[in-house]
C-alpha cells in the first residue's frame, strides 16, 4: 500500500491563479479530509467527505473546493489564490465508522503564494 | 464547538531525561477520543498515543504516556528517557465519536532535545 499520497510537494502560485491539490488513498478509506497548518494555529479542518458524492465543511472552507467522485481521491481546488493561502496543507484518510481506527496523513503540500 | 489548547509553544529538555507537554480541552461531551500527534521536521505527522475517554487508565506506548484527567479536561503527555529523535512538534488532538472523524488540534509545542 502506498497510504495517503500528496502532489505536488511544492508549488508556487501568484495571486488570483488556481491550482488543484491531488489526494489519493489505496486503503478504502470512507473518510477523507483536508486540513491547512499554519504557524502557532496547529491543523486546521478545510473540508471532509465520508464517502464518494458526499462533502462538508470543516472550520476553514472559505476560498477553497472539493469534490470526491470515487473513493480513493479527494482534490482540493483553489479557485483563486490569495496570499492568505499561503500554508501546508494536509491530506487525511480513515475509516469512518472504527472507533479504534486513526487517521492516516499524507507527507504534506507546501503552497506559497505571492 | 471543542477546543484545544497547547499552551507552551517551545520547550526543551537534556537529552535522557522526562519532560511532560501540557494539554487541556473544552467539551460537552462525555466520550470521545484523544491523541497526541508528532511532526518531524520531515511534515509528516506520526500518531504518538491515543486515549480513549470513556477508560480511566492512562494510555502508554514505549517511552510515551499521558496524564489523562478528565474532570480537569487535561491531557498531558510524558516522554521519559528522551532521545534526540524526539525533537519535533507535538500536537495534541480532540475527536468526538459523533458523525465523521473530525479532528481538532491544538497550536502545537516544539521539543528540542539537548545533547
Known amino acids: 500500500n502506498a497510504g495517503v499520497t500528496q502532489t505536488p510537494k511544492f508549488q508556487v502560485l501568484k495571486t488570483g491563479q488556481s491550482m488543484t491539490l491531488q489526494c489519493a488513498q489505496d486503503m478504502n478509506h470512507e473518510y477523507m479530509s483536508w486540513y491547512r497548518q499554519d504557524p502557532g494555529m496547529g491543523l486546521r479542518l478545510i473540508h471532509y467527505s465520508v464517502g464518494a458524492g458526499i462533502t462538508d465543511q470543516g472550520e476553514v472552507p472559505n476560498g477553497y473546493n472539493v469534490s470526491r467522485s470515487t473513493t480513493e481521491d479527494f482534490p482540493l481546488r483553489l479557485l483563486s489564490a490569495a496570499p492568505s493561502q499561503t500554508s501546508v496543507y494536509f491530506c487525511a484518510s480513515s475509516l469512518l465508522w472504527d472507533s479504534q481506527e486513526t487517521q492516516y496523513f499524507g507527507p504534506g503540500t507546501r503552497l506559497l503564494v505571492l | 464547538a471543542q477546543t484545544v489548547t497547547q499552551s507552551q509553544p517551545e520547550m526543551s529538555v537534556q537529552e535522557a531525561e522526562t519532560v511532560t507537554l501540557s494539554c487541556t480541552y473544552d467539551?460537552?461531551?462525555?466520550?470521545?477520543?484523544l491523541f497526541w500527534y508528532k511532526q518531524p521536521p520531515s511534515r509528516q505527522m506520526i500518531l504518538v498515543i491515543r486515549q480513549e475517554a470513556y477508560k480511566q487508565q492512562n494510555a502508554t506506548e514505549n517511552r510515551f504516556s499521558v496524564n489523562f484527567q478528565k474532570a480537569a479536561k487535561s491531557f498531558s503527555l510524558k516522554i521519559s528517557d528522551s532521545q534526540l529523535g524526539d525533537a519535533a512538534m507535538y500536537f495534541c488532538?480532540?475527536?468526538?465519536?459523533?458523525?465523521?472523524?473530525?479532528?481538532?488540534f491544538g497550536q502545537g509545542t516544539r521539543l528540542t532535545i539537548n545533547p
Open positions: 488532538a480532540y475527536r468526538s465519536p459523533q458523525g465523521a472523524q473530525k479532528l481538532v
Open positions: 467539551t460537552s461531551e462525555s466520550d470521545y477520543y
